[in-house]
């Protein structure tokens, strides 16, 4: 199993690199969600499959399409329609797809070798995890979710747009 | 039968440390500066899961749960910060934010 983690921290690497030197932003969450897949495969074979699963959903999955979204609502030009058919051109994606597909080989070597068991990998199990969450790390829970609701009435606040003020006499001291 | 060995783990988590930390260095558009900061995020919680894989204890997984609800909530917030910023000033660039005034 060793080859599989130097390859995935090989694809780690690469796609990190490759995502912090891209010039345009979309190329760049591409490459930072293959990223992202890398780690969740290295959490695997780290006996984590739980944080592995967790990994593909909340990071890759919601974080980064939040990123995709905002990147999105930012390039509203006139040349958005032409952009667009630049993201459709294969030497975009060709890389991302790559090393994607690198990892699912692995995946597929990985869960040939076990004859399709992973709880050979399972070090810590979800079990484990969530009873020692739920009994010694219940204080620490609450203060997530008073972090997520804070944050969540923050990203309201900030984010809305400041609706103009009229008022009647102050326009009326104006002329 | 699982037996990468830690410090190679460890390793590999530091040099995305490091690339995140050049990432934040090297670029001035926030959109990328947020980005690595998920990169340096990331690898924080990776050198977590290989102590918790070292010690056999579900501590260090638990610690990457609360690492990936505050990253949430801090790409959430700075999401929103950063759409305020570009209507209101036009522009991502760190370097041109230097005059806020409030």
Redo the contacts between chains.
């Keep these: 199993m060793d080859v599989l983690f130097y390859i995935s921290a090989g694809v780690a690497i690469g796609s990190s690199v490759m995502a912090i030197t891209r010039k345009n932003a979309v190329h760049a969450l591409l490459y930072l969600v293959v990223s992202l897949l890398s780690a969740a495969f290295i959490f695997y074979l780290f006996g984590a499959p739980f944080i592995a699963a967790l990994e593909v959903i909340i990071y890759a999955g919601a974080i980064m399409v939040l990123f995709i979204f905002v990147v999105m609502m930012l390039n509203l030009g006139k040349d958005s329609e032409r952009q667009e058919q630049d993201w459709m051109k294969p030497k975009i994606w060709i890389g991302p797809s790559f090393l994607v597909g690198i990892l699912f080989i692995e995946f597929i070597i990985m869960l040939s070798g076990t004859g399709g068991s992973y709880f050979q990998f399972v070090k810590v199990s979800p079990r484990e995890v969530g009873t020692s969450l739920f009994t010694s790390y219940v204080l620490g829970v609450e203060m997530t979710a008073m972090l997520l609701m804070s944050g969540i009435v923050g990203a309201y606040h900030i984010g809305r747009r400041k609706k103009k003020m009229r008022h009647r006499y102050l326009e009326g001291s104006d002329e | ?5 830690i410090m ?2 460890l390793i ?1 988590t530091g ?2 440390f490091m ?2 930390v ?2 934040l260095l ?2 001035r ?1 926030l ?2 500066i ?3 900061i ?2 340096m995020l ?1 690898a924080a919680g ?1 050198a977590f ?2 102590a ?2 070292k010690w ?4 260090g ?2 610690m ?3 690492i ?10 700075g ?6 910023i ?2 209101k000033f036009k522009t ?1 660039d760190a370097d041109k934010l230097n005059n806020m005034k409030g």
């Design positions: 039968m699982n037996n990468v060995p190679a783990g590999l040099i995305l690339i995140g050049t990432g090297i670029r558009n959109v990328f947020l980005m690595s998920e990169i990331n990776m899961i290989v918790a894989s056999m204890q579900p501590d997984q638990v990457f749960i609360f990936l609800a505050m990253a949430a909530a801090e790409v959430a917030v999401l929103a910060l950063i759409l305020q570009f209507h991502l």
